[in-house]
């Protein structure tokens, strides 16, 4: 984020994302047919983006606190060129800034300041509160939108047909959320973020309304459908809107994934925003690691319960084998 310009920070971050990546890799899973052939060509795709890393600028502020402050201003401006022409004015004013900047990390290595970790976050409440709601906004989207993904055989209709869909929605939602902040001045990160959130937790609600009150008629459904028989036409229809709204829900977690992305780096102060995106990131990881587990405990409630057992067993290892039951 460090790279772009604060004008440009949501709508770079909104618009060049994966999103659009959804519904390419939709239809290069359908002419690959198998996973492995799916695998070596989502590695070949990737030498694109790392061929581009070489035209990228170093960040300033790891270039001012390295003591190359020339390239740390060649690195500033080329960043500010993105927005228009460079006036000298703008030149004076970096120049003055970088060595301002340059100046405070000379003095605070000579004071031997104590280096920041993550933990300086939790010593001020403010931060504290940013933490913890970037952390658990980042790990409900990433439980919804990898739980839906990683189970996407427990939808109506085709596994490609539905990631299309996810693909599609999730890339109109990021452009809409472009058009909104930029047409409207009162449209800010923060009520984007809840806007966001309120939508899918709406959305999943509905969708556990209708499969409470109709889980029979839905599994029965499900089942006709498999064997080839035509089931209640009222039944079919609260499955494709199961499918719908639970893709949607999906989708709208792009746009938290975006703003958990841009908001933290505003408001972290510089020396703990590195610790603090770290630790934010790391309920995104976690999130991720529990989604694909989100539907097998809830098509066998008691098979879970089968792991407890283990520990009722006592060890065996210094014991002799006997005959007798003791």
Not at 130 to 154: D, K, Q
Request: glycine residues 4%.
């Amino acid at each position: 984020m460090e790279n772009l310009p604060d004008s440009s920070r949501m709508w770079v971050a909104t618009l060049v994302t994966y999103s659009p990546m959804y519904v390419a890799l939709a239809g290069l899973a359908y002419l690959c047919k198998d996973w492995r052939i799916l695998a070596r060509a989502s590695a070949i795709i990737t030498l694109a983006p790392l061929l581009m890393l070489f035209f990228v600028e170093e960040t300033p502020r790891w270039l001012i606190q390295k003591g190359r402050d020339k390239e740390a201003e060649r690195a500033v401006l080329a960043i500010k060129r993105w927005d228009g022409k460079i006036p000298d004015e703008l030149r004076e004013s970096v120049h003055s800034v970088v060595q301002s900047e340059s100046e405070r990390e000379r003095e605070r290595r000579a004071a031997a300041l104590p280096r920041y970790n993550s933990l300086y976050i939790f010593k001020s409440w403010t931060l504290t509160k940013y933490a913890i709601v970037f952390s658990v906004s980042l790990f409900s989207a990433s439980f919804v939108s990898y739980g839906i993904a990683f189970n996407m055989e427990a939808l109506a209709g085709t596994v490609y047909i539905n990631v299309l869909i996810l693909g599609i929605s999730r890339y109109a939602i990021n452009i809409f959320a472009v058009i909104l902040e930029r047409a409207s001045k009162r449209v800010g990160r923060r009520l984007l973020h809840i806007g966001a959130i309120t939508f899918i937790v709406l959305v999943i609600a509905a969708v556990m309304v209708v499969y409470i009150s109709a889980h029979d008629s839905l599994d029965a459904y499900s089942k006709a459908m498999k064997e080839g028989r035509e089931g209640e036409a009222w039944v079919g229809a609260l499955y494709q809107f199961n499918r719908i709204a639970a893709l949607l829900g999906a989708a709208m977690c792009t746009e938290i994934f975006v703003l958990n992305a841009v908001q933290p780096p505003e408001l972290f102060p510089t020396p703990i925003r590195s610790g603090s995106n770290a630790f934010i990131q790391m309920f995104n990881r976690l999130g991720t690691i529990l989604s694909p587990l989100l539907f097998k405990p809830a098509s066998n409630s008691f098979a879970v319960l089968n792991i407890f057992l283990i520990f009722a067993l006592s060890e065996t290892i210094p014991r002799l084998v006997t005959t007798d039951q003791e």
